[in-house]
């Protein structure tokens, strides 16, 4: 998941990779805390996966859009929160 957050965050090397599975792992218990299965929270899910990079783009005020990408996060979130196959 590093590279792909890496990836869509257009970073190159591995400076700040400490700081972005931070990130990461800081989403990922904001999601357990949405009522998200913490055995739900995978990988190559592509809907995990866009949540986890909104909030890392929104954590890192991503070319200066935090709140956008806040806003982007959250409405993920409450959507895997809402459907049933991440409950």
């Known amino acids: 998941m590093l590279d792909q957050i890496k990836l869509a965050i ?3 090397n591995e400076i ?12 990922k218990k904001n999601l357990v805390l949405a009522g998200i299965k913490r055995d739900k929270i ?3 899910d592509e809907s995990i996966l866009n ?7 929104w954590q890192l005020n991503f ?3 935090g ?9 993920l979130k409450l959507s895997l929160a809402l459907d049933s196959n991440y409950r």
């Open 67 to 75: 709140i956008e990408w806040e806003k982007i996060y959250k409405d």
């Open 42 to 44: 995978i990988e190559t």
């Open 16 to 27: 700040f990779d400490k700081e972005i599975k931070l990130y990461i792992e800081a989403c």
């Open 10 to 12: 257009r970073y190159k």
């Open 51 to 57: 949540a986890v990079i909104a909030y890392v783009k």
């Open 63 to 65: 070319q200066g859009r």
